[in-house]
């Protein structure tokens, strides 16, 4: 919920007005929460003579963000719009059946019939589209993926600590081989994250963006049949909170086009002397 917060705010004040950044300002110092709801459901949602109309799906946060900056029509065209989401009539969790994430309250909110206006539109069509800012910012997926494989590391460890089962060898040499891979993750976090505000040729950074999730989604994936292996059963009870949090990253670990995104920074990566040497060249 934190991530999609910030990427909301980050994206009014890169495309919105100074009257449209002021209110999205105005509304987080009042306590409110800002959410990024793109997925559509069966409805795409729209906006026609000022009403809006259509639903959005796997939409995090229903009844704690308050303003959703939401997608509009689909394509090279699409429009951003910061609208406000409270009503819970409006929302439905029920059908967010997810073994994991269950504490994001995520599920489908209905936007037909609601009122909009101008003022609500954020940016020009397509401007949501527009690179280093969209696939270019997945890096902010990835410093989740990688913080929580840490965080299910530490756990983990505390939990051995308790136990008296830490110090045997195969034990410190499987979770530390998950822990390097997770520090290095880190690291490529941060370097694609100063890219993106560095004088950096745009595709760059998003191929950076891309291995850097790519890269921590497949170290969260071990570190958590690391843990598996280390605990044993007890990862597995109902009240273990190592299980919660390995079934919490295991769904968020799930993002969307991971095989395109990989195959568009493979083309340019590869593509010459130049690009394989990325932002550190």
Do not use: C
Request: proline share 2%.
């Amino acid at each position: 919920l934190w991530e999609g917060h910030v990427n909301a705010l980050r994206l009014v004040r890169l495309y919105g007005t100074k009257a449209q950044i002021r209110h999205a300002e105005q509304v987080i110092e009042q306590g409110d929460l800002l959410g990024v709801w793109g997925a559509d459901g069966d409805r795409a949602a729209t906006f026609e003579a000022d009403i809006l109309q259509g639903e959005k799906i796997f939409a995090s946060g229903l009844g704690t963000v308050t303003h959703a900056l939401i997608s509009l029509d689909s394509g090279p065209k699409v429009q951003l719009a910061l609208v406000e989401a409270t009503d819970p009539k409006r929302g439905d969790a029920s059908q967010w059946d997810m073994l994991g994430m269950r504490a994001t309250a995520s599920g489908r909110f209905d936007f037909s019939g609601l009122p909009a206006q101008e003022k609500h539109l954020i940016g020009a069509p397509g401007d949501y589209l527009n690179e280093p800012h969209f696939v270019g910012g997945v890096w902010r997926i990835a410093a989740l993926q990688a913080g929580a494989a840490a965080g299910l590391i530490d756990t983990a460890a505390t939990a051995l600590r308790a136990m008296d089962r830490l110090e045997a060898d195969a034990q410190l040499a499987r979770l530390m081989q998950v822990l390097m891979r997770i520090w290095a993750g880190m690291a490529l976090v941060e370097r694609a994250a100063l890219a993106s505000v560095d004088d950096v040729r745009p595709e760059t950074i998003v191929s950076t963006s891309i291995a850097a999730r790519i890269y921590t989604e497949e170290v969260a994936v071990d570190a958590i049949r690391s843990v598996e292996q280390s605990l044993g059963l007890r990862h597995f009870a109902a009240t273990s909170e190592t299980g919660r949090m390995a079934r919490d990253l295991s769904v968020y670990l799930r993002q969307a086009a991971r095989d395109a995104f990989l195959q568009r920074a493979a083309r340019h990566a590869l593509s010459s002397h130049e690009t394989v040497w990325g932002v550190f060249g």
